[in-house]
């Protein structure tokens, strides 16, 4: 057996002290916003069946999954977010109706990094969803919200991104180009928004580019002559062909957990498919909506000079222009919510991974562009109206919402300046006293101060102790034997309001009975010199 | 007299005759009298100890620290990667047990021949109300690499033994398993996909780094193993070709051999004169270490030298100044 002590497992941490003063803070402040604004607090479990994540999440998530047995249920993972598990719990909990729900969550959440040292594997996430209402008020709402929640907690300035998946979905459905070929355009967004190069990985997907990267097509896609043979022929001649082709060369297509239907209309499927791209209106389209797609992209900035040009570019791609309106809409509507310190920008090209979103996307970034940095992102979220149904396996309902990364948020909120938590330390010299000193310790907590009582024994200066532990005041017992019996309060300068503290603290101990003095001010470099 | 070095060694599986074969070559045969013994001193000295264990469990035992030094399948240890970060690869081609880890469908399922037609599938079967079901015994590898490749919709069955037959019992639509050379999967009607080659695997030696960082003992006597797998490795690659050269003097046949300088040895030939009464003072015979794969070419070279009666040599161990494999393991750990 190895001796020694039990090290940390790698990517989690232990968190005391000032730091998690200020993360707790932190989520005290999100959530108090969330509640002020209408949306009730909620816990879901933190272990879930593997499968509501594969339902939600894409592979960037999934990737990193904390996934493990469970005797009884199979595969399950610690949550890697929140969303999927607040949807499947209000499915089930009750009917959605005409009237939509708010809630908000606030909690850890895990991800694995394998291979990563550094990276932390456990985060906390704070929230809120909206299900039930698909109107672009509630768009709106959402995203003030978020602004709202972020300069309650302490940072003044924020960087609003705002999306909107609708330009891109318009054009492809307008193509009918839809399935998988919309996730890789969708992906490929995604990858040329983050700033990343080249288009062969989706080329190669859509099928307009060979493994090899020469000749139009993938010669993997189907065998060759199966392909050749099907072309022209009607649905039923090619079955027949296929049905043929397979006895000639001694397989079956029984026994195998797909029914031979299945794997014959795939076959025609992928057979029309080969034969559009080779030339045909397929291909046009599909290189069509990946030049919108690059175009898209670029698109950055200033809501009044992005805006034009995302028009410009609808109209030269022939995209309906409404596709835009909603998009416009909640940036009027925006407007009246009066925001400070909030500078937006306009992204159309932006994806946010996960082909579930739907509408309108966002990101929040601390300003730093005083400090010449870009800023960390610190909240994201968006429209997600798909994943309801996926998620409860039909039945479906709008939904959208964003999460805070709190260790994020934290980093980027200056703390909160008083060095002092408020706690109260009363001074307890001899055990004679212990009775009085826990009656007062009690009357005080009761009136809403933080209280701890000492017994210092032989150390000769208690004050400068506790004054050095972040404490606001001391409260001295009187000795029992003294002559003067009166209780001393010692008030720290560190604390801003410290006169006002001696105030209500001389009044609450005189309430109780005991009469106080308070000597002058305490200056921190004076305590027990 | 207490073993200095526990060497795990797989038993009972495709990989034990392999590796106990490997081991011989490399000097360091296993002494097992008889084949239930579940340890047995190895090599020349009793500091190096053989332990049987199952070829999947080595890993395992090797994190725990109930072993020092382990061999396995890469596939295996890739596998369990995730589970310690003490366990690390110190030589990742030891050259035999070579197969590879391919996700494998049905071959009538004629439509379906690369990755981007089984994402597409997996989504079928997710509209039909189920996930694609994948039979394998590396979850962690086979999740990895679908996931990468966008195949989100999909759960694993874990299974032991002849996963092929899975698809045709129906407990698995598809497989992800092991294969040598494929034979396995056409005699049981599968395919492997294209693009789905998910893992290329041969055996590989594995070290516990905080069990050798922590001992200069097991250090050395790892260093010892890792030198003769060295040589033996570097034997293979190796042949040395001795020819008798006529020429004026031994500097002149020298330079004449040392025109092709490709081919003219590791350092530059080796000479020795050759005493022919007919002949005295002109004939030497020139010695090469050179590349097995150079050998018809080096022969060729010192026939154009005037060579003849050529004999070609492997040699068994080949040292170099130092191992490289050593150094290379002291910078891991």
Same mark, same amino acid.
């Given at each position: 057996?190895?001796?020694?002590?039990?090290?940390?497992?790698?990517?989690?941490?232990?968190?005391?002290?000032?730091?998690?003063?200020?993360?707790?803070?932190?989520?005290?402040?999100?959530?108090?916003?969330?509640?002020?604004?209408?949306?009730?607090?909620?816990?879901?479990?933190?272990?879930?069946?593997?499968?509501?994540?594969?339902?939600?999440?894409?592979?960037?998530?999934?990737?990193?999954?904390?996934?493990?047995?469970?005797?009884?249920?199979?595969?399950?993972?610690?949550?890697?977010?929140?969303?999927?598990?607040?949807?499947?719990?209000?499915?089930?909990?009750?009917?959605?109706?005409?009237?939509?729900?708010?809630?908000?969550?606030?909690?850890?959440?895990?991800?694995?990094?394998?291979?990563?040292?550094?990276?932390?594997?456990?985060?906390?996430?704070?929230?809120?969803?909206?299900?039930?209402?698909?109107?672009?008020?509630?768009?709106?709402?959402?995203? &003030?919200?978020?602004?709202?929640?972020?300069?309650?907690?302490?940072?003044?300035?924020?960087?609003?991104?705002?999306?909107?998946?609708?330009?891109?979905?318009?054009?492809?459905?307008?193509?009918?180009?839809?399935?998988?070929?919309?996730?890789?355009?969708?992906?490929?967004?995604?990858?040329?928004?983050?700033?990343?190069?080249?288009?062969?990985?989706?080329?190669?997907?859509?099928?307009?580019?060979?493994?090899?990267?020469?000749?139009?097509?993938?010669?993997?896609?189907?065998?060759?002559?199966? &392909?050749?043979?099907?072309?022209?022929?009607?649905?039923?001649?090619?079955?027949?062909?296929?049905?043929?082709?397979?006895?000639?060369?001694?397989?079956?297509?029984?026994?195998?957990?797909?029914?031979?239907?299945?794997?014959?209309?795939?076959?025609?499927?992928?057979?029309?498919?080969?034969?559009?791209?080779?030339?045909?209106?397929?291909?046009?389209?599909?290189?069509?909506?990946?030049?919108?797609?690059?175009?898209?992209?670029?698109?950055?900035?200033?809501?009044?000079?992005?805006?034009?040009?995302?028009?410009?570019?609808?109209?030269?791609?022939?995209?309906?222009?409404?596709?835009?309106?909603?998009?416009?809409?909640?940036?009027?509507?925006?407007?009246?919510?009066?925001?400070?310190?909030?500078? $937006?920008?306009?992204?159309?090209?932006?994806?946010?991974?996960?082909?579930?979103?739907?509408?309108?996307?966002?990101?929040?970034?601390?300003?730093?562009? &005083?400090?010449?940095?870009?800023?960390?992102?610190?909240?994201?979220?968006?429209?997600?109206?798909?994943?309801?149904?996926?998620?409860?396996?039909?039945?479906?309902?709008?939904?959208?919402?964003?999460?805070?990364?709190?260790?994020?948020?934290?980093?980027?909120?200056?703390?909160?300046?008083?060095?002092?938590?408020?706690? $109260?330390?009363?001074?307890?010299?001899?055990?004679?006293?212990?009775?009085?000193?826990?009656?007062? &310790?009690?009357?005080?907590?009761?009136?809403?101060?933080?209280?701890?009582?000492?017994?210092?024994?032989?150390?000769?200066?208690?004050?400068?102790?506790?004054?050095?532990?972040?404490?606001?005041?001391?409260?001295?017992?009187?000795?029992?034997?003294?002559?003067?019996?009166?209780?001393?309060?010692?008030?720290?300068?560190?604390?801003?309001?410290?006169?006002?503290?001696?105030?209500?603290?001389?009044?609450?101990?005189?309430?109780?009975?005991?009469?106080?003095?308070?000597?002058?001010?305490?200056?921190?470099?004076?305590?027990?010199? | 007299?207490?073993?200095? %070095?526990?060497?795990?060694?797989?038993?009972?599986?495709?990989?034990?005759?392999?590796?106990?074969?490997?081991?011989?070559?490399?000097?360091?045969?296993?002494?097992?009298?008889?084949?239930?013994?579940?340890?047995?001193?190895?090599?020349?000295?009793?500091?190096?100890?053989?332990?049987?264990?199952?070829?999947?469990?080595?890993?395992?035992?090797?994190?725990?620290?109930?072993?020092?030094?382990?061999?396995?399948?890469?596939?295996?240890?890739?596998?369990?990667?995730?589970?310690?970060?003490?366990?690390?690869?110190?030589?990742?081609?030891?050259?035999?047990?070579?197969?590879?880890?391919?996700?494998?469908?049905?071959?009538?399922?004629?439509?379906?021949?690369?990755?981007?037609?089984?994402?597409?599938?997996?989504?079928?079967?997710?509209?039909?109300?189920?996930?694609?079901?994948?039979?394998?015994?590396?979850?962690? %590898?086979?999740?990895?690499?679908?996931?990468?490749?966008?195949?989100?919709?999909?759960?694993?069955?874990?299974?032991?033994?002849?996963?092929?037959?899975?698809?045709?019992?129906?407990?698995?639509?598809?497989?992800?398993?092991?294969?040598?050379?494929?034979?396995?999967?056409?005699?049981?009607?599968?395919?492997?996909?294209?693009?789905?080659?998910?893992?290329?695997?041969?055996?590989?030696?594995?070290?516990?780094?905080?069990? %050798?960082?922590?001992?200069?003992?097991?250090?050395?006597?790892?260093?010892?193993?890792?030198?003769?797998?060295?040589?033996?490795?570097?034997?293979?690659?190796?042949?040395?070709?001795?020819?008798?050269?006529?020429?004026?003097?031994?500097?002149?046949?020298?330079?004449?051999?040392?025109?092709?300088?490709?081919?003219?040895?590791?350092?530059?030939?080796?000479?020795?004169?050759?005493?022919?009464?007919?002949?005295?003072?002109?004939?030497?015979?020139?010695?090469?270490?050179?590349?097995?794969?150079?050998?018809?070419?080096?022969?060729?070279?010192?026939?154009?030298?005037?060579?003849?009666?050529?004999?070609?040599?492997?040699?068994?161990?080949?040292?170099?100044?130092?191992?490289?494999?050593?150094?290379?393991?002291?910078?891991?750990?």
């Amino acid at each position: 057996m190895q001796k020694g002590a039990v090290p940390r497992v790698q990517g989690f941490h232990d968190h005391f002290g000032g730091r998690y003063q200020h993360l707790r803070r932190m989520v005290d402040s999100l959530t108090t916003s969330f509640d002020r604004h209408g949306f009730a607090l909620m816990e879901v479990p933190l272990v879930e069946g593997l499968d509501l994540y594969l339902r939600k999440n894409g592979a960037q998530v999934l990737s990193r999954l904390y996934s493990f047995i469970d005797p009884d249920r199979g595969e399950v993972a610690l949550r890697p977010e929140y969303t999927a598990s607040v949807i499947r719990a209000l499915a089930s909990a009750r009917e959605i109706t005409d009237q939509p729900w708010r809630v908000s969550y606030a909690g850890p959440v895990f991800r694995n990094a394998p291979g990563q040292e550094g990276e932390s594997r456990q985060f906390t996430q704070a929230g809120i969803e909206i299900l039930g209402d698909s109107s672009v008020v509630a768009d709106a709402e959402v995203l &003030a919200l978020a602004c709202r929640a972020v300069r309650d907690a302490g940072l003044p300035r924020v960087r609003l991104v705002v999306g909107h998946l609708g330009p891109l979905r318009t054009l492809l459905a307008h193509l009918k180009v839809n399935g998988q070929a919309e996730g890789y355009l969708l992906e490929h967004l995604e990858h040329r928004y983050r700033g990343g190069t080249g288009d062969e990985t989706v080329r190669r997907r859509l099928g307009l580019q060979s493994h090899e990267g020469e000749g139009l097509l993938d010669s993997e896609a189907l065998p060759e002559h199966l &392909a050749e043979a099907v072309r022209g022929a009607t649905p039923e001649e090619a079955r027949v062909l296929v049905l043929t082709m397979l006895d000639q060369m001694g397989l079956s297509i029984e026994g195998t957990t797909r029914t031979p239907d299945e794997i014959i209309d795939r076959v025609l499927l992928k057979a029309r498919r080969h034969a559009a791209l080779r030339g045909g209106r397929g291909r046009e389209d599909l290189e069509r909506a990946l030049d919108f797609t690059e175009q898209l992209s670029t698109l950055r900035g200033n809501p009044d000079e992005i805006m034009p040009r995302a028009e410009a570019l609808m109209a030269h791609y022939q995209v309906p222009p409404e596709a835009l309106d909603e998009l416009r809409e909640v940036l009027d509507l925006l407007r009246l919510y009066e925001l400070d310190g909030v500078t $937006i920008e306009l992204a159309p090209g932006m994806a946010r991974g996960i082909a579930y979103y739907s509408g309108l996307i966002f990101e929040l970034y601390g300003d730093q562009s &005083a400090l010449g940095q870009p800023g960390a992102q610190i909240c994201g979220g968006g429209r997600y109206d798909m994943l309801a149904s996926a998620i409860t396996g039909g039945h479906g309902f709008p939904a959208l919402g964003f999460s805070f990364n709190v260790e994020a948020l934290a980093a980027v909120v200056p703390p909160n300046p008083s060095p002092s938590d408020g706690r $109260i330390g009363l001074i307890v010299h001899e055990p004679g006293q212990r009775r009085v000193a826990y009656r007062m &310790a009690n009357h005080l907590r009761a009136r809403g101060f933080p209280v701890t009582t000492h017994e210092p024994g032989n150390s000769s200066v208690p004050e400068r102790h506790l004054r050095d532990n972040g404490y606001a005041a001391v409260v001295i017992l009187p000795l029992p034997q003294a002559a003067r019996a009166r209780t001393e309060i010692l008030v720290f300068e560190s604390r801003e309001d410290h006169a006002r503290l001696e105030e209500v603290l001389a009044i609450a101990i005189e309430e109780c009975g005991f009469p106080v003095e308070c000597p002058d001010l305490i200056v921190a470099g004076e305590v027990g010199q | 007299m207490t073993p200095i %070095l526990q060497i795990a060694v797989p038993s009972k599986g495709a990989m034990e005759e392999p590796t106990l074969r490997f081991l011989g070559d490399c000097g360091l045969k296993v002494r097992r009298t008889n084949s239930r013994q579940y340890s047995a001193p190895m090599g020349s000295g009793a500091f190096l100890q053989a332990v049987f264990q199952r070829a999947a469990d080595i890993p395992r035992k090797l994190a725990t620290g109930l072993v020092d030094v382990g061999i396995t399948g890469f596939d295996i240890f890739s596998e369990h990667m995730g589970e310690t970060r003490d366990v690390i690869v110190a030589v990742e081609d030891l050259g035999f047990a070579r197969c590879s880890l391919d996700l494998a469908v049905p071959e009538a399922w004629l439509d379906v021949t690369n990755m981007e037609d089984l994402v597409d599938v997996a989504a079928e079967f997710q509209h039909r109300g189920r996930p694609l079901r994948i039979a394998t015994k590396f979850p962690r %590898l086979v999740r990895h690499f679908l996931l990468g490749r966008g195949l989100v919709s999909h759960s694993l069955v874990e299974g032991t033994g002849a996963l092929e037959i899975a698809p045709a019992m129906g407990y698995a639509d598809i497989i992800a398993d092991i294969s040598e050379t494929g034979t396995t999967l056409r005699a049981n009607h599968l395919k492997p996909l294209a693009d789905g080659a998910i893992l290329r695997s041969q055996a590989c030696l594995l070290v516990n780094r905080a069990r %050798l960082a922590s001992s200069p003992t097991r250090l050395e006597a790892l260093r010892g193993v890792l030198e003769m797998i060295e040589a033996h490795q570097r034997a293979r690659e190796l042949v040395s070709i001795t020819a008798n050269v006529e020429g004026g003097d031994m500097r002149q046949v020298a330079q004449t051999v040392l025109r092709r300088r490709d081919l003219a040895g590791m350092r530059g030939p080796t000479l020795t004169p050759v005493f022919d009464p007919d002949c005295p003072d002109r004939v030497f015979a020139v010695t090469l270490v050179v590349a097995t794969s150079q050998l018809a070419e080096a022969k060729d070279h010192l026939r154009a030298c005037g060579g003849g009666a050529i004999t070609v040599q492997s040699p068994l161990y080949v040292f170099e100044r130092e191992s490289t494999l050593y150094a290379r393991l002291r910078e891991k750990l």
